[in-house]
């Protein structure tokens, strides 16, 4: 069995990575913020300006680590990835699914199936816990829709159908999202998805951090040897890793949608202040 490691997530702007022993060190204007085992890690997702050390790319290509540089708004720059796991038959096998419209409706629907079931997870989790701080009432709603939304998807019998049912359930998740952000409402009010670019706070949070979360889902792709650019739900563009974005689909809510929630409800993070001061995590 695959054994399956951490993720490094740098995110001070002015910091540098290098290679020490077997070690991943983080510099910052000469003095040593922290250092990981390199062995233990799977992925760094670096948001530094400046970058890593020639010697820690070439040791994580060398022993398969992903190495991924994203400019300060989240914007994918380069990657560095060792040599491409698992075998041509199975790659092959891929192709062929997905050029199989049957089949890519299979594979479609668990991806599907599992986002939905995570979104009414989220909406079920903050009536239960905040039942008098929000409209219980319209979010019981929306996780009622998720959930016969539920009951359609593993009943459509087309990939059409089954984006249809996608697009209404994100719509009636995404409708009552904005009862979820518990503090600081004016600074992270959210009055619905908006993407190229995000127009407020809360839609630059979950930006970045989809795209953190689709580049982590391509590394982990490759390492078990399938093509992240070759999906059964997204279809197939030049340089869009559309398996990436169809494995992540169930995975949102809950590593992404949940982790904003808690980074604002809670403060972790602070926005741009009246002094100037930028946004940062506490």
């Not at 390199?38 to 820690?56: K, N």
């Not at 991806?111 to 905040?130: M, P, S, T």
Request: hydrophobic residues 40%; proline residues 2%.
């Amino acid at each position: 069995m695959r054994h399956l490691l951490n993720t490094l997530y740098v995110f001070t702007e002015d910091a540098y990575l290098t290679l020490d022993g077997e070690n991943v060190v983080v510099r910052k204007d000469g003095s040593e913020l922290g250092r990981v085992p390199l062995h233990t890690l799977e992925g760094i997702l670096c948001f530094s300006y400046r970058g890593a050390s020639p010697g820690l790319m070439g040791a994580c290509a060398e022993r398969g680590v992903a190495l991924s540089f994203f400019g300060r708004k989240g914007r994918f720059l380069a990657g560095v990835h060792g040599e491409q796991r698992g075998n041509v038959l199975l790659r092959k096998t891929q192709y062929a699914w997905s050029e199989d419209e049957g089949k890519s409706l299979t594979v479609a629907r668990n991806f599907i199936i599992g986002k939905l079931y995570n979104g009414r997870w989220v909406l079920e989790r903050a009536v239960r816990d905040h039942a008098l701080r929000i409209d219980a009432e319209a979010v019981k709603a929306a996780s009622t829709k998720l959930g016969a939304s539920l009951r359609s998807v593993t009943s459509c019998e087309t990939m059409d159908s089954l984006r249809g049912i996608e697009g209404d359930a994100a719509a009636e998740y995404f409708g009552v999202f904005d009862q979820l952000v518990l503090r600081d409402k004016e600074t992270f009010r959210f009055s619905g998805r908006v993407r190229r670019p995000p127009t407020d706070a809360m839609n630059a949070l979950l930006s970045l951090f989809y795209t953190v979360l689709a580049f982590d889902c391509a590394s982990a792709l490759e390492g078990v040897g399938l093509d992240p650019f070759v999906g059964f739900m997204h279809a197939d563009r030049p340089g869009r890793r559309s398996l990436a974005l169809d494995l992540m689909e169930e995975l949102r809510p809950v590593f992404v949608d949940r982790f904003v929630l808690s980074a604002v409800n809670n403060r972790w993070i602070l926005r741009r202040s009246s002094s100037g001061n930028r946004a940062r995590f506490a």
